[in-house]
């Protein structure tokens, strides 16, 4: 997953299709991570243990369903709303001087254009 999330910023530039794979690829390992650390969490933490000794009961599915939940909505919203950086700030149609980063652009509220100059 995470080569494909590679040649989608690098090979693709992030261009057309390649950023909502870009940004599911990049989620999608972040919750495997969570998922994996959730299963000792419950054999090794005593409270956590003493609610699901077995890993079928109730308590266990109920984080597990919380956590997949919360990483789809995840995936959902940072699929909608990653943007690309324009080419430069004045470039922008809302107005509004975008921080960049490398190729991520977050946009914070109505900042004069001036304030924020990329030349590139």
């Given amino acids: 997953m995470l080569a494909l999330a590679t040649f ?6 992030l261009s057309g299709i390649w950023r909502p794979i870009y940004t599911i690829t990049a989620v999608l390992p972040l919750y495997l991570n969570v998922f994996v650390v959730i299963i ?14 077995t890993q079928t009961e109730p308590a266990f599915l109920v984080v597990q369903g919380s956590v997949l939940v919360l990483f789809i909505v995840l995936a959902i919203l940072t699929t909608v709303r990653f943007r690309h950086s324009p080419a430069h ?5 809302s107005g ?11 946009t914070f509220g109505q900042t004069s254009p001036k304030k924020l100059r990329v030349d590139r």
């Fill in 8 to 13: 989608a910023y690098y090979g693709r530039h």
């Fill in 40 to 53: 000792p969490s419950f054999l090794k933490i005593p409270p956590l243990k003493s609610w699901a000794p």
């Fill in 89 to 93: 700030p004045n470039d922008n149609p």
């Fill in 96 to 106: 509004s001087a975008p921080e960049v980063h490398g190729n991520l652009v977050f």
